[in-house]
């Protein structure tokens, strides 16, 4: 009996990295830098981004080790399965993974859109509103057909992308190096680093804005199961991209400081594009424009690669909707999840960009992060004899930093947006109940 169409392993650890920092650099920090130094209102802010990278890299040990002991598509979905049963609460927080995937993977996805969007007005400023926001919700579906092809193609895609990705950073960090100023990045404001809750506060805000633009060093772990090596590859793929996309942040808010005094950034919406116009005049800065086009494409043509291959793994499982489990009879490809997270996201454009970060940081940490991390604990003790390519470093400090700087996060800087988030677990357990309960799954299972 011939067999059908499969996942294939086409990645290596050059193209796995691409991806990771071609998904991490993307739009993100081009639009948040002003609310990341407005969030401590001064250039104390900057500790934002080595708590936000600490709680990265932590987390990304507990990817680390879980991605290469379980090279599946899907990630967490697997690995919440694993540690809390399969039969149990597994397949209820594994249900709820993929639940809420379907609302922040197109969150994700449109946050990038309209940013491209935003950015092109930038150079085309005769474009009318409804205009940005047609191109906003066009951009998905033109991604989707970029993405309508077999993996290894995409892989050659993403070095590619990633080149664009890197000169953008480059050409911020060179041009600002003869302009470093210590003074300018020492002028805090009276009182800056006095430790009340109003510190703290702030500290978590410019975390969060950091975590939203670190995010995506994962994103190699859904796509496992397409990866060469993956014991290898995953871990020094997530650990690789954590350690530079760091440093060219700090490099990056380094550099847009010493040109632009902190008080003017904080105003500023196109940062890049006044830093570069400031140096080197207006056309170098309509050309950093078309670069930051570049870079937005790259980065959210890599997320709806990823977060594509998660329903799929989830329903070829039998723990999500059927559809999903089909892969293209010739190309071989989640062509169905492709198409559905793309048209999603081309709604979700129609909203506001200003209101998403909380929203998915918040639905994310709540319903993925924290039981990932917790669950992580749980499989080191339940399965001894797993086989582990790669182990936590300094097991297990890593991951209770990792649970701390979470609910840190949800604790100082999520405000109303935790209630988004809890609504979308409440609505997510309620459809699971209602699906176990025609399927006499878990809790519903007869014993």
């Given at each position: 009996?011939?067999?059908?169409?499969?996942?294939r392993?086409?990645?290596?650890?050059?193209q796995a990295?691409?991806?990771?920092?071609?998904?991490?650099?993307?739009?993100?920090?081009?639009?948040?830098?002003?609310?990341?130094l407005?969030?401590?209102?001064?250039?104390?802010?900057m500790?934002?981004?080595?708590?936000?990278a600490?709680?990265a890299?932590?987390d990304?040990?507990?990817?680390?080790?879980?991605?290469?002991?379980?090279?599946?598509?899907?990630?967490?979905?697997?690995?919440?399965?694993?540690?809390?049963?399969?039969?149990?609460?597994?397949?209820w927080?594994?249900?709820?993974?993929v639940?809420?995937?379907?609302?922040?993977?197109?969150?994700?996805?449109?946050?990038?859109?309209?940013g491209?969007?935003?950015?092109?007005h930038?150079?085309?400023?005769?474009?009318?509103p409804?205009?940005?926001?047609a191109?906003?919700?066009?951009?998905p579906?033109l991604?989707?057909?970029?993405?309508?092809?077999?993996?290894g193609?995409i892989?050659?895609?993403?070095?590619?992308?990633?080149?664009?990705?890197?000169?953008?950073?480059f050409?911020?960090?060179?041009?600002?190096?003869?302009?470093l100023?210590a003074?300018?990045?020492?002028?805090?404001?009276?009182?800056?680093?006095?430790?009340?809750?109003?510190?703290?506060?702030?500290?978590?805000?410019?975390?969060?804005y950091a975590?939203y633009?670190?995010?995506?060093y994962?994103?190699?772990?859904y796509?496992?199961?397409?990866i060469?090596?993956?014991?290898?590859?995953?871990p020094r793929?997530?650990?690789?991209?954590?350690?530079?996309?760091?440093?060219?942040?700090?490099?990056?808010?380094?550099s847009?400081?010493s040109?632009?005094p902190?008080?003017?950034?904080?105003?500023t919406?196109?940062?890049?594009?006044a830093?570069?116009a400031?140096l080197?005049?207006a056309?170098?800065g309509?050309?950093?424009?078309?670069?930051?086009?570049?870079?937005?494409?790259?980065?959210?043509?890599?997320?709806l690669?990823?977060?594509?291959r998660?329903?799929?793994?989830?329903?070829?499982d039998?723990?999500?909707?059927?559809?999903?489990a089909?892969?293209?009879?010739?190309?071989?490809f989640?062509?169905?999840?492709?198409?559905?997270?793309?048209?999603?996201?081309?709604?979700?454009?129609l909203?506001?960009?200003?209101?998403?970060?909380?929203?998915?940081i918040?639905t994310?940490?709540?319903i993925?992060?924290l039981?990932?991390?917790?669950g992580?604990?749980?499989?080191?003790r339940?399965?001894?004899?797993?086989?582990?390519?790669?182990?936590?470093w300094?097991?297990?400090?890593?991951?209770?930093i990792?649970i701390?700087?979470?609910?840190?996060v949800?604790?100082?800087?999520?405000g109303?947006?935790?209630?988004f988030?809890f609504?979308?677990?409440?609505?997510g357990?309620?459809?699971?109940?209602?699906?176990?309960?025609?399927?006499s799954?878990?809790?519903?299972a007869?014993?």
């Amino acid at each position: 009996m011939a067999e059908g169409p499969k996942l294939r392993r086409e990645l290596g650890l050059v193209q796995a990295t691409a991806l990771a920092i071609t998904d991490m650099v993307g739009i993100g920090p081009y639009i948040t830098i002003p609310l990341f130094l407005a969030a401590m209102g001064g250039p104390q802010a900057m500790l934002g981004w080595l708590v936000g990278a600490l709680i990265a890299f932590c987390d990304g040990l507990v990817w680390a080790e879980l991605g290469a002991a379980m090279p599946k598509a899907g990630g967490s979905y697997n690995y919440l399965r694993e540690a809390f049963g399969p039969a149990t609460a597994g397949r209820w927080l594994s249900f709820l993974m993929v639940w809420q995937i379907v609302f922040s993977a197109p969150l994700s996805v449109a946050s990038g859109s309209i940013g491209f969007a935003d950015y092109l007005h930038f150079i085309v400023p005769t474009l009318p509103p409804w205009g940005v926001h047609a191109v906003a919700a066009a951009f998905p579906l033109l991604l989707v057909v970029l993405l309508y092809r077999r993996i290894g193609a995409i892989g050659k895609i993403s070095v590619v992308l990633v080149g664009g990705v890197l000169l953008g950073c480059f050409w911020i960090i060179l041009s600002g190096a003869p302009h470093l100023s210590a003074a300018r990045l020492l002028d805090f404001p009276p009182n800056a680093f006095r430790m009340n809750w109003v510190f703290f506060a702030g500290l978590g805000h410019a975390t969060l804005y950091a975590l939203y633009d670190y995010f995506g060093y994962y994103n190699v772990c859904y796509l496992a199961e397409e990866i060469r090596d993956p014991g290898r590859v995953i871990p020094r793929a997530i650990m690789f991209s954590i350690i530079a996309v760091g440093c060219l942040y700090v490099l990056m808010t380094a550099s847009f400081m010493s040109v632009i005094p902190w008080r003017e950034l904080m105003n500023t919406k196109f940062v890049a594009s006044a830093f570069i116009a400031r140096l080197e005049g207006a056309t170098a800065g309509n050309l950093m424009t078309l670069l930051l086009l570049w870079i937005a494409f790259s980065s959210v043509f890599s997320l709806l690669l990823g977060y594509s291959r998660i329903p799929y793994a989830a329903a070829v499982d039998g723990n999500f909707f059927r559809p999903f489990a089909k892969l293209h009879p010739k190309k071989e490809f989640p062509h169905v999840s492709l198409i559905t997270l793309g048209v999603l996201a081309s709604f979700f454009t129609l909203g506001g960009l200003s209101a998403v970060i909380g929203s998915l940081i918040a639905t994310r940490v709540l319903i993925q992060y924290l039981p990932q991390t917790i669950g992580f604990f749980l499989l080191r003790r339940r399965s001894p004899e797993l086989a582990r390519p790669f182990r936590m470093w300094f097991y297990p400090l890593p991951g209770i930093i990792s649970i701390g700087g979470w609910i840190y996060v949800l604790v100082t800087a999520a405000g109303k947006s935790i209630v988004f988030a809890f609504a979308v677990l409440i609505v997510g357990t309620a459809a699971y109940l209602i699906r176990s309960r025609k399927r006499s799954e878990w809790p519903f299972a007869e014993k």
